[in-house]
């Protein structure tokens, strides 16, 4: 069957209801109306919370109506592994992640899986990650770390508590510019975001918005919010280009990520990446590659300075690594194995891709209970598949970075930790992302003591990613790294070294 352009399923398909023979079987929302549907005491600007609000009420799996459209949630951990088979199911490309197709087009994370530039940049760019590739980032990583502690300094020393996101997004922004793309935003010079991180702050939020209201009435109920759209598109695209022209005139870069896109052809096919897709994959870097990074931090900074028995036993592993040791080498982090678990731990409870999307390549029944036709999908709800209670226990809702032992690792089932996604399109920068942040963990708490607002409660923010809203803390700096009084073992869980996910990814 010939599939569109616009959501890469059959022709004539058009609905969730259409591939789910027995929809009828799976629970949704009561007081469902019969046009709007299950809009009633919705909250759209927490969409990714209002459906963990239905999980718990409705069980493993569910479906949701909006004008129209249904669509089916799932988050059992038993339905999540069936749906993993590669063979049956694909990366559905829908939702917001569609809606971002205007800014971001064929590039990794947004291509429609028929569409032949995803595969030829995978190959082109996959060498980008390599070990030896990531070494080559680890200075450039230090010396970013290194602004944003001496920003942090100059906040403790003027008596001012740090703002957390607005900081890791800084971070982690300046790592992935430079280290891909050469390029210095000036982010810690400046008292207000980039206008960059801006612009696609309006796209993510933009994205998320165009979900919640009837596509037929969108023209006019986003008239002004899809203008500022085009302006930001426009903004992105402006600036990328710069970086590109730059890159050009210069004569080429140390091989990173920039220079793959514009020199390497593909080992097999010969073929290059066009002038177009270069933008769109630098613009899926750019904005992919620093946005579930600042989030991931901000949570694992938040969770630290609410357990500070964590935060000892972390801090403690540090002193006992690192040392004295003014900047620690490469295989100094992978040894970082308690932090790592921090990490993994803050992911679980706040994934901050909060979901992924699967597609029926053929006719099938989906773990012997649900038939699909191809093209059905369905969305992982990965907040709720991290709390499954039959995987992680009556608990699931306690933080608790044991969970992540290796011990528990090895006993758990596969495919319950998925803050990468899964599979061939799981995220082809997820071991720089780790990389980074256990780095920048072990930096900061080899520096500060963190001190939590006794008056803040977490509250999640929604713009397709997720981050701690209004987080900040106050910190203390550290004298000097003490004897460590708690001893980490090496235990052998290689967590740090390697990814125990098997993919919101490409």
């Given at each position: 069957m010939a599939e569109t352009r616009q959501t890469g399923l059959p022709k004539g398909f058009r609905g969730a209801e259409q591939g789910w023979p027995e929809l009828h079987r799976i629970p949704h929302p009561p007081r469902r109306l019969p046009l709007a549907g299950d809009v009633l005491g919705v909250d759209r600007r927490r969409p990714v919370q209002d459906s963990m609000r239905f999980g718990r009420e409705l069980g493993p799996i569910f479906r949701r109506r909006a004008f129209g459209n249904e669509f089916v949630f799932l988050w059992g951990s038993r339905l999540?592994?069936?749906?993993?088979?590669?063979?049956?199911?694909?990366?559905?490309?829908?939702?917001?992640?569609?809606?971002?197709?205007?800014?971001?087009?064929?590039?990794?994370?947004?291509?429609?899986?028929?569409?032949?530039?995803?595969?030829?940049?995978?190959?082109?760019?996959?060498?980008?990650?390599?070990?030896?590739?990531?070494?080559?980032?680890?200075?450039?990583?230090?010396?970013?770390?290194?602004?944003l502690t001496g920003h942090w300094d100059r906040e403790l020393a003027a008596g001012r508590a740090v703002d957390v996101p607005g900081d890791m997004t800084k971070l982690t922004l300046e790592t992935i510019s430079r280290t891909g793309f050469g390029h210095d935003f000036g982010s810690f010079e400046r008292d207000r975001p980039h206008p960059f991180v801006t612009a696609m702050v309006g796209t993510l939020t933009y994205a998320q918005r165009l979900n919640s209201v009837p596509v037929p009435l969108a023209p006019l109920l986003l008239r002004g919010a899809a203008r500022r759209n085009a302006a930001d598109i426009a903004f992105l695209d402006r600036t990328v280009d710069g970086v590109v022209a730059a890159r050009r005139r210069s004569g080429g870069g140390d091989g990173d990520l920039l220079d793959r896109m514009l020199d390497t052809a593909h080992p097999e096919t010969g073929e290059r990446l066009s002038a177009e897709n270069v933008r769109k994959q630098v613009i899926t870097f750019l904005v992919?590659?620093?946005?579930?990074?600042?989030?991931?931090?901000?949570?694992a900074l938040y969770y630290l300075a609410r357990h500070p028995e964590v935060a000892a036993k972390a801090r403690a592993e540090v002193d006992r690594v690192w040392g004295d040791t003014a900047e620690p080498g490469y295989d100094q982090v992978a040894r970082l194995r308690y932090v790592r678990r921090v990490l993994d731990e803050s992911l679980r409870l706040w994934p901050t891709a909060p979901g992924y999307a699967r597609e029926a390549r053929e006719d099938t029944v989906l773990a012997g209970e649900h038939p699909m036709r191809r093209g059905a999908w369905a969305l992982v709800l990965l907040p709720m598949l991290h709390r499954d209670p039959e995987v992680w226990g009556e608990d699931a809702e306690r933080f608790d970075p044991d969970r992540f032992d290796a011990g528990a690792v090895r006993a758990r089932p596969p495919h319950t930790f998925k803050p990468f996604g899964t599979g061939a399109r799981a995220c082809i920068g997820r071991q720089f992302a780790l990389h980074e942040a256990t780095l920048v963990l072990g930096l900061l708490l080899r520096r500060y003591e963190l001190r939590p607002d006794p008056d803040y409660r977490l509250r999640v923010t929604e713009r397709l990613t997720l981050m701690p809203e209004g987080l900040r803390l106050r910190l203390e700096r550290r004298t000097a790294p003490a004897p460590a009084p708690v001893t980490v073992p090496d235990d052998g869980s290689g967590s740090a070294g390697r990814c125990p996910v098997h993919g919101a990814g490409e």
């Open positions: 999540v592994a069936d749906l993993a088979d590669e063979s049956r199911f694909a990366k559905h490309v829908g939702l917001g992640i569609a809606n971002l197709r205007p800014v971001a087009g064929d590039g990794l994370f947004t291509a429609y899986n028929h569409e032949p530039n995803w595969q030829l940049a995978h190959d082109v760019l996959a060498p980008g990650f390599s070990r030896e590739a990531m070494e080559g980032y680890h200075g450039m990583m230090l010396g970013v770390a290194a602004r992919a590659g620093h946005e579930t990074t600042s989030g991931a931090l901000s949570f």
